[in-house]
């Protein structure tokens, strides 16, 4: 899986070390590994990553009141978008979220709360990772 990851970053990027990125997956494996795998091929991008809505909702709460930073980009993992994609709960929901929310719910709820500034970003396909996380960090 990491593989096909690296093969859409193929390029290694610097200037992002400043950026943020907030990620939510389904994989604890998988998301903490991204922490390290991911940064590399985003200029050095951070990488936020949490598997569970509870965390997820108050990191976002956290930051949308000034009192952590404010993620450059929202990225929801393939894993996710899967589980979204066959109309299943995504794994690490609480009682509102684990009866069925769709990633266009995600989305909805992290503009209530971050502002429609902040770009989402969501793919089912590893491969498509880091082009679509280069893109939405304004990287070649």
Not at 81 to 97: D, K, L, V
Not at 110 to 130: C, F, R
């Amino acid at each position: 899986m990491w593989n096909e990851v690296k093969e859409g970053g193929a390029k290694s990027a610097k200037g992002s070390s400043n950026k943020l990125i907030l990620g939510r997956g389904c994989d604890p494996v998988m998301a903490q590994q991204s922490a390290s795998i991911l940064p590399p091929l985003l200029g050095g991008a951070r990488i936020l990553a949490f598997t569970d809505d509870k965390a997820f909702f108050r990191e976002l709460e956290s930051m949308a009141k000034g009192e952590k930073e404010k993620p450059d980009v929202v990225f929801f993992a393939p894993g996710a978008c899967r589980w979204s994609a066959a109309r299943r709960p995504i794994p690490g929901g609480i009682p509102g979220t684990s009866h069925g929310w769709s990633l266009e719910q995600y989305y909805e709820h992290v503009q209530e709360v971050l502002g429609p500034q902040i770009p989402i970003v969501s793919t089912a396909h590893e491969v498509e990772i880091v082009p679509l996380l280069r893109k939405a960090l304004g990287l070649p």
